[in-house]
């Protein structure tokens, strides 16, 4: 005949199980705490110092294409977004209003459209608004092959390059006016631009 554990017994059960459960939690919460700072959107772009990638890229509204090699002499800002980021629509009235006044001191943007659709793009601005056209281009990126070449990871991604077309700093995530005009500043004196990696980016959707 079989008799149940004495009392003392199932509770001295009941606590190694529980001291199990808590270790395991312990060692997972630290294996993946370890990864914590190396998602990809987190590293400094290899760009850095380098020629910018040039591309002609289509107009997102009105026909026409731009080139980002006709653009050299002017301090660039090259910003990667999409109508379904949401961190897009954070930093989106920063870009505007750096673009805005800027654009006299010789600084143009070119938002790059990331795998969206045409018309959520447009429906985008319409919404959020648009910088003056003088001192922003928005643009599609045909089969993201621009975003490739400057290894964009998600959106929002910045990057900043310089008159002589090189690329001189990056944002990574949503960015800010005082983030935006501090770069700008140091393009603009000659100072090289100390790049963001505390920020995060989305992924495309299924991406």
């Not at 002609?56 to 800002?77: C, F, H, I, K, Y």
């Not at 990056?170 to 100390?194: F, M, N, Q, V, W």
Request: hydrophobic share 40%; with cysteine; net charge negative.
């Amino acid at each position: 005949m079989t008799t149940d554990a004495p009392p003392r017994s199932r509770w001295r059960t009941v606590r190694w199980s529980a001291l199990g459960v808590a270790v395991t939690a312990i060692v997972v919460g630290a294996v993946f705490g370890s990864r914590l700072g190396q998602d990809p959107a987190l590293v400094d772009s290899p760009l850095i110092g380098q020629r910018a990638p040039d591309a002609t890229l289509p107009n997102l509204e009105g026909g026409g294409s731009v080139r980002l090699a006709d653009l050299r002499g002017q301090v660039v800002v090259v910003n990667f977004w999409a109508s379904w980021c949401v961190p897009c629509r954070e930093e989106h009235p920063a870009l505007v209003s750096a673009a805005n006044n800027y654009w006299s001191q010789g600084v143009v943007f070119v938002g790059v459209n990331y795998q969206d659709q045409q018309s959520s793009a447009i429906g985008f601005l319409d919404e959020l608004g648009r910088a003056d056209p003088a001192a922003y281009h928005y643009v599609t990126d045909p089969g993201s092959r621009l975003a490739v070449d400057f290894g964009v990871f998600g959106v929002p991604e910045t990057f900043f390059v310089d008159r002589e077309g090189t690329v001189v700093g990056k944002i990574t995530g949503p960015s800010t006016y005082r983030l935006l005009t501090s770069a700008l500043d140091d393009i603009i004196a000659g100072r090289e631009p100390e790049s963001r990696t505390d920020g995060s980016v989305q992924p495309a959707p299924g991406g």
